[in-house]
């Protein structure tokens, strides 16, 4: 088994039977609140929960994130997933494509998701540590080609690559290779962390660099860091590194409030989201979509991905209806208040957290 396939195999195990949620540092999302509508005007079954996220057409604002590929079980995931996305008009991402990269024969565990979805948002995924090599072109190109991708995300995983034992910790000229990615990219392409959030400084840099979006990915839920604490380790400092920087990150919350407010660029809110309600929270702060990725893992593999899908999805359609939201973009302009340590952090770097409470 290949390097890539073994560390791949490691992380839907550790996922899946160890506590890797964050432990401190949370979401954000519980100091934003909407804002209940007693009179709401509307009829719940007239909520349209319909968007369109890079010119494609979604029956609800949820991203099946990208989880994994590159093992058989990541195959029978994929699959699963992708199956779900199709039923519900859903956008999913698949894991990091490095292990077909290296080994072809692998490259089923991901194709499968477009064999099982051919009408859905489909993602690519690549770390950054791929695309900073000298054959960047070629991989962005068997990646794209891999599934009929639609989007092309390059992950930013410097935490994580900072903990892992075989991690590749040299970052040196990202935006300039990012910005030769996004020139020459077949696909629009959506720059996505894993778990520590982007802040507003290098969302600048990224639309400056011509991306198409960003994924938040912020702290709060899954901890990568923790991920690789878990793994078995050589005699080194990493698995100390590990727990050290367990809940290190912008709270996802926070870094979609600095991307929107700081750039035009399309954002996907995701790092946490757990309930319909976070979704409707994140589309109200301004965000084009919301992923999740561990609850669906996990459901995935319980054998309910259906019904916690369709219950997010409803629980979405209810807050609507609670604030008189037909459509998306009405969501979008619905009032909320931000209070507690998001509003407090939000203004001590630079942002009005009070404006969201204004709109009508």
């Not at 995924?125 to 791929?130: D, K, P, S, V, Y």
């Not at 290098?202 to 709060?220: N, P, T, Y």
């Not at 929270?281 to 309910?304: F, N, V, Y």
Request: charged share 25%; hydrophobic share 45%.
């Amino acid at each position: 088994m290949f390097l890539t396939e073994t560390r791949k195999a490691d992380h839907i195990r550790i996922c899946l039977t160890e506590n890797v949620q964050a432990r401190r540092v949370t979401t954000g999302l519980e100091d934003v609140r909407l804002l209940h509508k007693a009179l709401p005007e509307i009829a719940r079954n007239e909520v349209d929960l319909g968007t369109s996220l890079f010119n494609h057409n979604l029956a609800a604002p949820l991203i099946i994130e990208a989880m994994t590929g590159g093992t058989r079980e990541a195959a029978q995931i994929n699959a699963a997933l992708a199956e779900a996305a199709e039923h519900f008009g859903l956008a999913m991402g698949v894991g990091s494509q490095r292990a077909a990269l290296e080994a072809p024969e692998l490259a089923y565990t991901y194709r499968i998701a477009r064999e099982r979805a051919p009408n859905v948002l489909l993602m690519a995924n690549l770390g950054l540590a791929q695309v900073l090599e000298e054959n960047w072109e070629e991989k962005v190109d068997r990646a794209i080609k891999m599934i009929d991708a639609d989007v092309l995300c390059i992950h930013l995983n410097a935490l994580q690559e900072a903990v892992q034992r075989e991690g590749n910790t040299d970052f040196k000229g990202a935006i300039a290779r990012l910005r030769a990615v996004a020139s020459t990219s077949s696909v629009p392409v959506v720059v996505k962390e894993t778990g520590a959030g982007i802040a507003s400084e290098e969302a600048r840099l990224l639309e400056e660099a011509k991306v198409a979006g960003i994924d938040i990915a912020g702290a709060g839920g899954t901890s990568w860091s923790a991920v690789e604490s878990y793994r078995p380790q050589e005699p080194t400092q990493r698995p100390i590194l590990g727990h050290e920087f367990w809940d290190w990150g912008i709270p996802t919350a926070v870094s979609t409030v600095e991307v929107l407010k700081s750039t035009q660029l399309t954002v996907i809110a995701s790092g946490g989201i757990r309930t319909g309600l976070d979704i409707a929270k994140t589309i109200a702060l301004g965000a084009a979509g919301a992923g999740l990725a561990l609850p669906l893992l996990k459901s995935t593999a319980e054998g309910h991905l259906l019904d916690v899908l369709q219950g997010l999805i409803e629980a979405l359609r209810t807050s609507m209806f609670l604030q008189g939201a037909r459509t998306i973009e009405d969501l979008k302009r619905c009032p909320l208040v931000i209070t507690g340590t998001t509003a407090e952090w939000l203004r001590v770097r630079g942002f009005r957290p009070e404006e969201y409470a204004r709109r009508s």
